[in-house]
């Protein structure tokens, strides 16, 4: 049986006066999944979001959802979809139980189903014992898992989060990103999540977007994305001196060696083939009488996959 | 579930919302909520009087005279301030100073006399035109007062004079009369004295002996008489002939003066005519004086000003001290609101509900008028102090127009905190706009002394309008539709809604 997408976006170009910020873009967002967007700040992540749930009309192209495009049935539309934007939009002077009485009645619900759906979404974001807190009471994952709880009251098809984990410490990200999961499995809402910290989409998605310059550059899993940059190896090496200003001209010398960095006392050298790589930095290291006391061919990380994507002329 | 009901549901969820962020923001609630009735509460303290309170007035006179004497001691009896300077330099420097409000300066040995200047020059600091023009108003009159009451004296006194005259020569009227009639009698009995008179010298002059002598002679002859008896009674005819001749000269003599005297009486009796001609013109032209009440002699017509409506300040300002407070609050309390949403982090969520706009500006609206509401309530009660049973009769048409006029300056300030960005920028935005429509309104100088055109402007200025209208349902007890003016303010209820939408649709463009 054929899956139909459940978001189409086609050739869609948005345009700020005379700054291009999407630039005919086209991608399908599978039903059920959890679809990452990834791309530097202001590469135009925030502004897909809002095209994606109508708020934004494209300037170009048009945006499908379930094959109804988005911008002539906005009002039918948006029902459908939960947004969580960077900063969390909910009123800090209410309750957790009044802000989601409040937007689930904004979306129509009735005043029996909000009850029941506000119990059901205070276990799942884990806030059960805090419906009475007010909202500027609650610490920065709390008050995060409140603004998803708020995207969810209406049980929307899709979730969009956009940098949900912004601004937060590794110990509440991965809160967060556990509970996205979570709501995926458990609810088997669609998420759309944007983010520039390529660890959580990584663990996260099953789909990877990478814009640049407006443009879709990859489309693919993370899996098969690492896999497509896993040839250009990253070559470690520690010297004991951890001087690197005497070989560093040399090594830059090298057409081979497409990228160095400094980094925790090492040097990390991505190479088009990193095993010549190797002999070259070897010959380098003796001639300018340095001893290695550290080396290693590693395969690179996401954030490194990303950083060649965009680094890519 | 029914559309018609749930959007009154979002509509009661927006606004009990609101109210939850109004109440749970202290400060917010306190500024809004009880600032105004402060405001209100103050004013009705300051201003419930008709008397002015420490107004302070120097005096300076070369040479006090009863009369500038009596003018000081007017002042005082008013409640005035008066203190005595040494000299008309530091009485007027006590001005400069701020020592006193204002000096007068009278002639020295001020008396009411022909050859005397009286004069009472009044120094003041017009920078403070409005207590100026009070202050002179209340000193001229107390002067006004004093010199007419002067005036009155003098004015009596030649009256009473007058009315005395007038009795006393209606009192001789009647004397006059008489010693005419005796005058006209006397002549009368003088002409049939000399009539009577006459007519005994005629027949004194026509009386003859030689008759009675020749009867003598007839008589000797018949008789034999001797010569010497007829001898005897003629010599004694002849005596009778010069006693009769003596007495018709006399007669003559007598009916001569008679003509005399009644040619005296004559002239006499016409004298007599003019003086009571005279007197009967003095008496009538008395008579004719209509007015004969000094008093309106003094002052041939009385100017009194008489308050229509209140004879408190408050009674007659509480119109325009309303809509004051009203316009203040709503535009400010609107506006706050208004940017406070558009600021606040939910803003974003509220903008992706399927919520229409309408049913947001409504429920805004209706949340600012629930709070203007309450401050209308506690306008009404200091009303109801100052205006007591009068208020009864006009209580809905002022509920409706106060509403109304609530509306109208909300939906500006709806307009005015979709138009600014920041609360700041706002706040400024509104304080503005109600300064200006404040400005050029009659509540600082009467719009009347504005030019032209722009007085035609002024005269739809929101906040004139509204207190025109206020002023004519509470002071004049006017019914509601009666002025055109309710209809110019539903004018602008529409037309503030329109911008105000407007505005909100222009504010999400430019958030999107």
Redesign the interface.
Known sequence: MVEFPLIEVKNVTKKYKNNLVLDDISLDIPTGRIFGIIGESGCGKTTLL?LL?G??KPTKGAIYFQSKDVSKRR??I??N?G?A?Q????????TIK??L???G????L?KADIKSRTKELLRLVGLENKGEV?GRQLSAGMQRRLDIA??LIHQPKVLILDEPTQDLDPMLRNEILKLIQKINKESGVSVIITSHILGEIDRLCNIIAIIKDGKISKLNSPSELEEEYSKNKIIIIETVSADYNKILPGLKKEKNITKIEEYGGRLLISAKDPKKAFNRIFTIVNKEKEILSYAKLSKPSLELVFENIMGEA | MNPVLNVFQRAGAIIKKDFKLLLRSKSSALILILGPLVLILLAAFAFNSASIYDIKISTYSVAYSDLSNSFVNALKDEQYSVQQSGNDTECIETVKAGLSHVCLVFSPNMELKNDLNNEVKAYADYSRINLVYMVMDTILGRLSNKSEELSLTMTKDVMDKLQLTKVELTGRSSSLNALSSNTRDSKAKLEESYTSLTKVNSGMKVFNTSDAKEQVLDLQSENNLSESDISEITEMLDDIQTSITGMATKVEDSATKLNDVKGVLESSEGEIENVKTSVNKVVSSVDSISVTDPENIVAPIKTSIEPIGKKTHLGNTFPTLAILVIMFISILLASTMVVREKKGRAYFRNFITPTHDVIFLSSTFLTNLAIVFLQVVILLGVAAYFFKGDLVPVLFSTIITLLLTSSMFILLGMMIGYLFNSEETAILGAISVSTILLLFSNAILPIETIGGTIRSVVSFNPFVVADGLLKKVMLFKYGLFSSYLIYVILGFIVVFSILAFVSREVEKRRYM
């Open positions: 809002n749930i708020f934004l009002r039918r948006e029902k979809f947004f934007a900063i969390p939009s909910f009123y800090p002077q209410l009044e802000n009485d409040y937007f009645t904004l979306y129509g009735e007010l708020c995207s």
